[in-house]
């Protein structure tokens, strides 16, 4: 089989195809263990790769990165509306409000204005507003006016706008139609007709002719009732 | 008024409810008012204020120019303690009405001048007039004068 090849002149210039037996084993034998070292790689290399998933997975790095106070979203004049417990209603307006991290409703605010549709205004330097609570505090120099006349400053107020109440954190102290007032707290009842004033109530009332003798009245000078 | 010298009423309670359309101010709890140099403290006061000139029931002031205006009458009811510098009176009831000028009280009353004390159920007092006037009602009134006090005028 050696001899008939080598004298046939094709097959000295065409390229040995043929191998030996023992060659080709050989060959098979080294493809063989190249599959073998290819699926290995391939299973190592997915194998790393559902470890890193699983152990991210796991480990800390699966929350989002903590963002601070700074970087927490700021809104520019927010306005929040909503109606009381007797249907009226409210809006509350901010020159910003920004979200509080910790809890999800709630937003501190700075300039907060309350306005009702009894027309009561509370007004506060900074805030807080819980929408979920329905309660809005209000810190620093608070200022409530409402329709029947009376206009209050306290440093401290919490108003609970469901229930139309003004709460005071600190005393209230103010004036209207009956005098000079100061209390812990305050309620706006009956569309304002009705106001309760609540806890240590100091009250100075100015009778109207209050600058005449008592029992006097106008046009009788000698005094007799 | 509660006292004949007028002025401001200054007034401490434990809650005070003020109603705009009646013109009307409720005290409730520990009630103490003081108007010059009379004093009155009682368990509920209601203070009623009288009608601004031009204005209506149905049309009341409002708002801050909307003051209340002059006090039409004061209601007090019990443990009415009323003090002045000439005489201590007590009783279950006490009513002052601007237009008599007069606090009437009522209701197992005593009055206390210096150190003569007199019980009685019925006591008018004129604020003004400073004049006093006590009233047994169904019963007699009954007295008590200190000799050793100085001689009082009683009428």
New interface residues.
């Given amino acids: 089989m050696e001899a008939a090849r080598h004298n046939d002149p094709i097959s000295l210039w065409a390229p040995r195809r043929q191998l030996t037996l023992a060659q080709a084993r050989r060959r098979s034998e080294r493809v063989k263990y190249l599959r073998y070292a290819l699926v290995g790689a391939a299973a190592v290399s997915i194998g790393l790769f559902l470890g890193y998933i699983v152990r991210s997975a796991i480990g800390q790095e699966s929350r989002p990165p903590p963002v601070d106070d700074s970087q927490a979203v700021t809104m520019v004049n927010p306005r929040f509306t909503g109606r009381d417990a007797a249907g009226q209603i409210f809006t509350i307006t901010a020159d910003t409000a920004k979200r509080r991290r910790t809890r999800d409703g709630a937003v501190d605010l700075t300039g907060p204005i309350l306005r009702d549709s009894k027309g009561t205004e509370v007004q506060a330097p900074s805030g807080f507003y819980d929408r979920d609570l329905g309660i809005l505090e209000l810190y620093e120099d608070v200022r409530i006016s409402d329709a029947a006349g009376y206009m209050f400053n306290s440093q401290g107020a919490r108003v609970h706008v469901a229930e139309d109440r003004v709460e005071g954190l600190s005393p209230l102290e103010g004036q209207g139609p009956l005098g000079d007032i100061k209390a812990d707290s305050y309620e706006i009842l009956d569309g304002g007709d009705r106001i309760v004033f609540k806890g240590n109530v100091q009250t100075v009332i100015y009778p109207s002719n209050s600058g005449q003798p008592a029992g006097t009245r106008e046009g009788d000078e000698d005094g007799t009732p | 008024?509660i006292?004949?010298?007028?002025?401001?009423?200054?007034?401490?309670?434990?809650?005070?409810?003020?109603?705009?359309?009646e013109r009307k101010?409720l005290?409730v709890g520990n009630v103490d008012i003081r108007q010059g140099t009379a004093r009155l403290r009682a368990d509920t006061v209601t203070?009623q204020f009288a009608p601004?000139q031009g204005e209506t029931a149905a049309q009341p002031?409002?708002?801050?120019?909307?003051?209340?205006?002059?006090?039409e009458s004061i209601l007090a009811e019990g443990n009415v303690y009323y003090v002045t510098p000439e005489l201590k009176a007590k009783g279950d009831r006490g009513n002052y009405e601007?237009?008599?000028?007069?606090i009437v009280m009522t209701g197992n009353v005593a009055l206390m001048r210096d150190r003569d004390v007199a019980e009685g159920q019925r006591l008018v007092m004129?604020?003004?007039?400073r004049r006093t006037r006590l009233e047994g009602g169904g019963g007699r009134t009954r007295m008590v004068i200190d000799p050793e006090g100085k001689s009082q005028e009683t009428p």
């Fill in positions: 008024q006292s004949s010298d007028g002025g401001p009423i200054y007034i401490n309670s434990e809650r005070t409810e003020s109603l705009e359309r101010v005290l203070i601004q002031a409002q708002g801050v120019a909307g003051s209340f205006g002059q006090v601007l237009a008599t000028d007069t004129e604020v003004t007039n």
